[in-house]
C-alpha cells in the first residue's frame, strides 16, 4: 500500500514566527499532537506536543533533611510568592516565544508513493511520530503512525 491512499491531505501548518500560544491552540483545536512547520511554502521543521512540554521541565528538589532556623520560617513564605510571580511571568512570556524556538529543525519526509513499510521504518529510525509528505519538493500531506496501523489494517 502507498503513502498516498493513507495520509491525511488537509494538513495543519503553521509558521516559524507563530507564537506558541497560537501552537497549543492548534493542537488543542484540531486534536494534533504535531504539526509540520512552513515558510514561503517549505517544511522547514515539525514541532510536537512533547517539544512544548519540555519548555516546562520541573526543578529538581533535594531529599536531604533541612530544618529551618526560626527567620527562614519568616522568610519561606515570602520566598514562595516572590516565586510564584515569576513563574506566572515566565509561563506569559512562553506564551509569546515563536515556534522557531522549539522546533525540530531536521525533517525526515517520505514521497507519496513509498510504502507504509518505507514509512514505519523511517519513523522508527528517526523516532518521529509523523512524517511530511512531499512531492516535488511540495507539502502535499502528513502521515502519522495511526495511518500507518490503519492502512496496514486494511490492507
Not at 20 to 39: A, D, T
Not at 137 to 146: Q, Y
Request: charged share 30%; aromatic share 2%; glycine share 4%.
Amino acid at each position: 500500500m502507498k503513502i498516498k491512499e493513507v495520509m491525511n491531505k488537509d494538513v495543519i501548518t503553521c509558521k516559524p514566527d507563530d507564537s506558541l500560544s497560537h501552537l497549543s491552540k492548534l493542537f488543542r483545536e484540531n486534536h494534533i499532537s504535531g504539526l509540520p512547520v512552513v515558510e514561503k511554502g517549505k517544511v522547514v521543521g515539525l514541532v510536537s506536543e512533547t517539544d512544548l512540554i519540555k519548555l516546562f521541565k520541573a526543578p529538581e528538589f533535594s531529599n536531604e533533611l533541612w530544618l529551618p532556623s526560626p527567620l527562614e520560617i519568616i522568610e519561606i513564605p515570602i520566598r514562595n510568592l516572590v516565586r510564584l510571580e515569576e513563574t506566572k511571568k515566565a509561563l506569559e512570556n512562553l506564551k509569546l516565544r515563536p515556534v522557531r524556538d522549539i522546533m525540530a529543525k531536521t525533517v525526515h519526509s517520505i514521497s507519496p508513493d513509498d510504502s507504509l513499510e518505507d514509512a514505519s521504518t523511517a519513523m522508527v529510525k528517526h523516532k518521529v511520530n509523523r512524517l511530511p509528505v512531499i512531492d516535488n519538493g511540495k507539502l502535499v500531506g502528513i502521515v502519522a503512525r495511526s495511518d500507518i496501523i490503519k492502512g496496514l489494517s486494511e490492507a
